[in-house]
Structure formats: C-alpha cells, structure tokens
C-alpha cells in the first residue's frame, strides 16, 4: 500500500530527529573524549636545546665498590681553593669542593631572571647546544658550541615591592610606587638585590635589602639584621638536572622575612627535585655561605628553613656538618629520604592486591578497611589527581571500572614516586635528552647515589629496599582485623620489585607516545614480583653493602643533632597529603634514640590555613641569643620557656602547648591534646610490626618456631600453628623480627659522640643524657626463647 504524503513526511521526520539525537550524541562524546584528552596528565616535550651528548666513558656504568669511609660527621672537609667572591660577569666553580666529580648527563635549567643561555665549555657535542643570537637577541638555528656544566655568568637585579599591587617588580619600572619597610629601628625602601650565578654546576641566589648609596658590584648590609636564612627545597629528583631560578624561589616565597632584614641564600642544588646527594648539598651550601660572607660578613648565625626534601636537607646536614647551620625549621618534615622509600615502595603492590588481586571482595572496596594494612591514611568520596586517567581508560580496561569510592595517602600521596625512584628506564622528563643519551642512563635514585651504594657486575646501582620476610598485615591479624585466609594470600600474592635488568618501560598511555592502543598501569605490576598461596611469589633482597654504605655517607638519619629545632608543619592528613605528621615524631625518636633526650626540638602543627613561620623565627632568635649569652648552659639548658610542642587552629590561636601536648601510642602515653586534635596514622611497616624510626632497611629474620613461640601473632597464634606449612612457603627464610633493629646498620657509633659544636659563633658542649646501648629500646633486651617444635601434627602451641 503506498504511503501517504503526511506519513512519509511524518517518518521522515522522526528518522531526522532520531540522526539528530546520535550525531548529538556522538558530537557530545567526541567533545568529552576531547575535553578529557586535553586534561589528562602529560610529559614535557623536546625542548629546543636537549643534552646530545656525555663525556667519554660517562655511561660505562662499571661495578662499584659501596661506600666503606667514614661518616662525613667523622671527616674532615679540604680548605676552600676558589678565591670568592664570584665578581659580577664571571662564573663560579664547576667541580666541587669535596663531594666528588660532576656526573652525566646533566640538564641545563633556565635563569628566567636573565633568560641567556649558558657559557660555552666545549665544541665536542657534549651537553646543550649553545645557538647565536640574531639583531634581537633571539635565537637562530645556528649551534656556536655546547654547554656541558650550564654555568652562568653572575648577574644582579633589583626588584621593589609596589604599593599598588603588592607585587615585585623590576627596580626601573617604578613608578612613585615603592613600598616601605621598617628595619633596625630606620624605614627604608622595599627593594631587594637579588644576584644569582652558578656554583657546583647549580644555580644560586642571595637575596638582601638594599643598603645605604650600594651599587651592583658594592652590596651594603646596612639594611640587614644580621641574621641569615638558607632556603631549602624540596621535591623528588633523581639528579641529572641543574633546575631553574626565578625570583619566586627567595624573593616572593621568603617576602615576610626579607622585609623583616633578613637575608636569603638558595641553591638548586638544595632542592631535591634536582637530586638528593647530601654531600653534593653541603658542599653547595658551604660554598654560597662563601659567597654571601665575602660580601655581606659573617650572620650572627644561619638558620634553615624549608620543605619535604628541603626539610631532610636540614636534618642530614645538621647531623653530619653541625657548623653549616645553627638552627633549623623543617617544614613539612622527613627524617630522610632513604628510609621513605621502606614503605612507599610498597604502596602499589598493596593497592594493586586490593585494586586487582581481590577485587571482587566488597571489603576492600570500603578503602577505610585498607587501613589495618598500608597504616596511612585513608579518605571514603575523594577524587584522587588520577581519577580522570583511571576513568578514561576504564573504557578499554575492566581493571578501572568499579574501583574502591576512595583512595588513601598511596594513592593522592605517592603514586607515579616508585617507578621514578626505582625503574632505570623511567624518566618524566627524557625527552630532554638524545634518545641514545637517555637509553643509555639509568634513571633512578640507586644511580644518582651509586659512589655510596655502589653496583653490581650487571653495571646496576645496588638496591636498599628489602621486604624479605616482612608479615604485611600482622598487626591487623593480631588484632582479629584480618583473618588467616586473608593473611596468608596477601603475604603470598605480594612479593618484590623486579631486579633493575628485569624492568620494562612505565605504561603511560598516551604519554609514552601512542594514543592506541590503550596501554596504562598506574600500579607497575608488571615490575613486580606477585605469586599465590601454591606457588608465592619472591621477595625482594636488597644489598647490605648498599644499606651499610647509604649509612656511613651521612644519608640516613640516624637523630644525632644538638642545634635548636622548630619541626613545623600543617596538619594535611584529611587531604591524603604524602606529607604525613607522623614523620615529625620518626624523627624525634631518632633523636631520643641518639641522645636520650629530644629537648632541641620541638613539634609544632598548625590548620593549614595558618603559617607559624615567623613565630618560629621569633622562638628561634630567642633560642640563639640564650646561646650566644650563655654558651655553657648548652642548646636545651639555653631553650626559652616558650619553646614548648605546640598545635594552632586556622586564625593562629595555639589550642594547646607544653611537653605532653603530642604523647600518643607512638610513646606509650594516652594522647596528649595535640594528639587528640591532629592525631598521626602508620605505615605498611609498622603495620608489620616495625618501630615508628622506621629505619629498618633490613629485619633480622627469626625461625617461624620462635616468632610462635614469642608469641608474634597474639590470638591469632593458634591459627597460625594451623597453616604452618603455607607459612613456610610464604617465609621460607623466616619473618621480621624487628626488636633487633636493622641487621645492615654498620656496628658501634658511626662517630665519636663526644665534643662540642660551634652555635652562632659559640663553642657549644654536646649533651648526650645516655649511652645510645641503653635507650635503643623502650623494652627490655630481649631474651633468647627456645623455639617450639611445630608440624601438622603438633598444633597446640602448649604441646
């Protein structure tokens, strides 16, 4: 039957409005994958001047003897060589003082102060290139030379604070706008001489008030308080790289303090983006005190202030070099690097066991539940910085659909650190490189560290990192908050990382070069070691030769410390921030552990809407005169009565202070008023049973017949007895046992713990309460408990 003229036009009608519907359909889903595309993470492209090539022999990657010296609190430093100071127009040193020759590759930064490039050292195509300029300064294409080591002539700017916006700008682009500022009881002008240069191959800044009728090349103090900040920095950095300057880093990040009359010294290379060698930091730092005394004279005293990797800086440096700084205010601290990476690199194991492994367990959806095991801090309705690459990807990979409503401090903290520090052929900024150059570098911290943990015949930097035998849930189980069955296929299923030569490239997705096929793994599981309860799978082994280097380099730190100490930070565990409080209190016990007592420093935590930073200065000025006035009472006998532990709400009122503010289950004491406002979370490791130092590298392992009859596993001990034999394929070498400490520590003190330390000038006596023998354990010596006989057989642990 034919159609009539109205149906058609009615049908014709729908199907139009139906192909509407679709192609809008399809145009808003092109627009999301697009709008998703163009926010998912990505790695910096080929910048215009990449290092094409290395010194001769400077990827050979030889094996190499760990470090077996003294510890550089034992040795001396040579006398400086290099006639400071650097006058304007001229480069500082490139070889350093005492921490050994440059490495290669190394990038060249930015002076986004100048924006020249740096000095030609070579026509050989090693480094940079360097191009000529045009009539305009521009670059051309033309290469003149190569910069191997990046230096950059001295150069100085002003800068003035505006009345107007508040903002720095240049000193000529003034404009009746200059702010003022009131110091050593006279107003002056808010202008600041900021001179940068290059020492050690890094970068340098000083910034300092301009003084009374001074030019460029003839600083005067006259506006300057006397006293010094050495800014320090922070981030996670394999070396390899000069970083960049720009005034931000001490002008505008230090603004308060400069008005103040302070003066402010940084280097990159006191940020550990660049790279986390200490002893290339203090070299570094003692050659830019050089530079500012030969300028400006001696402070009354220097004190350091800075972040994460700038707050280990000040912590290593102070333990291994007391007369670098006389104080120190450690934000956001860590005790070191070193011993970070015991439990973050097993985060991604952990969350690819309750991501993957078992994911079709409702209970570990609940990421609150993986609590009793990873120990940091967990979070339910929290969009982690890889939801949208986890939700992009989810299209292709079932893995990603379904996750956990959540995330923990793994996650938002840590992610994408284990492959950076670990994986030799992951680096977020290769592209800066020559492929051949890049292909050729072992990019990982073991390398940029290899003179102290050394390497292997496979030309590989050895390796600290060790979980052999460590019980991954224990207190959990202990506690009745794991069972057996869920013990014993977490411990099988979870084994090592894979050895360096075994490691294959990060799937990145997209970011490694290729939009398909769609190739991602936020966990690197296929760098891992994992097993089954059948067959479990290996642990990771690391080098005592390493750990017992990494030791005595001075890189570990082991809480010797007199200077006075403010530990500040901002309470960040809501927001799964990797800066985690507990980390304040590592430290201290360090320090106890050392020393028998912490007087010399003090804990302060604040909402992160308030910044403690000059009250800390203020406590710190205080501290350091007592000293200056009274030498012989000592750092703790000279403390302040208001250098007391603290905690302060967001408007900066302190909501509790005194000694037993931050007592907690981490000293055995009930919680203090602190504790109660802004307790602390845990970590893998101690969630296995390890101290809250969190410096055992490597657990003396104990038969499992003598961790049951101790008693290890609580009530959970009977069934354990039960499952012995898949407890003995899981451990077959034996399980932690950490009340020995760590068994790759070298034995005795690695110095003398004796003599006095120069403070602001003044000879200073050591105050040590106990010999470190009697205060290694808040328990007694443990006693040797015969082991007990276990078999299928025999299951009652009374038998």
Known sequence: MALSARSFFARLGVRRIVTSVFAAFFLLLGLGGWFAYENLPRLPGVPKA????????????????????????????????????????????????????????????????????????????????????????QKTDEVIGYSRDCSHATSVSYFYRSTVDGLFHRLEKANNDIDKVTVNGRTTDFVVRLETGTINRFFYAIAVLRGEGETADKPNGSNWNKRLIYQFRGGVGVGRRQGNMGRSATVERREDQLARGYAIVY?????????????????????????????????????????????????????????????????????????????????????????????ENSRWKNVAERESIIGLATKADFEHRFKILEDAVAIFDPRYRGVANGTSECVQGWRGLVPLVNNPNFIHFKASYADEVADKTHWTHWEDLRDFYGAGHDGYA??????????????????GKLSIDEFLHLNATIGGWKAPLEQGGEKLWFMNGDLFPVDLSVWSEHNMNLGSLDNPAPRSVASMDAIEGIYRSGHVFLGDVEIPIVDLRHYLEGELDMHHSLASFSSRERIRRARGHADNQLIWMSHKKYDPIDEALDIIDHWIQKIAEN??????????????????????????????????????????????????YSTSRMMAGAPITGDVFKCALQPLERAIAKEVYGQATDEVVERIDDMRRIFPDGVCNYNLGDIARPGGPLFPQEGDVMIAGQSVESDYRLVPAQIAQDSEPEEEVAPTPVSVESQVLEE
């Open 50 to 137: 990449p290092v094409v090539g290395v010194p001769e022999g400077a990827l050979d990657h030889l094996p190499q003897s760990a470090y077996l010296g003294d510890h550089p609190r034992k040795s001396g430093r040579p006398s400086e060589y290099f006639p400071f100071p650097i006058a304007i127009g001229e480069s500082g040193p490139v070889e350093t003082l005492f921490s050994g020759p440059s490495t290669y590759p190394f990038l060249c930064g930015q002076n986004k102060l100048t924006y020249l490039q740096p000095l030609v050292d070579n026509h050989d195509g090693e480094g940079i290139p360097i191009f000529s300029l045009d009539d305009e300064g």
């Open 267 to 359: 280097s990159t290379a006191n940020q550990t983006s660049n790279h986390y060698n200490i002893w290339l930091a203090e070299d570094t730092a003692r050659r830019l005190k050089k530079q500012f005394i030969s300028l400006y004279g001696e402070p009354l005293y220097t004190v350091g202030v800075g972040g994460s990797g700038g707050a280990i800086q000040q912590y290593l440096i102070a333990q291994n070099a007391p007369d670098v700084l006389d104080a120190a205010i450690p934000l956001y601290s860590y005790p070191d690097m070193v011993s970070q990476t015991i439990y973050v690199f097993d985060c991604e194991p952990l969350e690819y066991y309750f991501d993957v492994v078992v994911a």
């Open 462 to 479: 050895n390796s600290a990192w060790d979980n052999q035998g460590v019980q991954y849930g224990l207190e959990a189980l202990k506690r």
């Open 631 to 680: 030498p012989e009472r000592g750092v703790a006998g000279n403390k302040p009565v208001e250098a007391t532990d603290r905690c302060f709400d967001k408007d900066g009122n302190v909501l509790a202070a005194g000694s037993d503010v931050w007592d907690g289950a981490w000293n055995y004491k009930a919680d203090g008023a602190c504790m109660q406002l802004y307790p602390i």
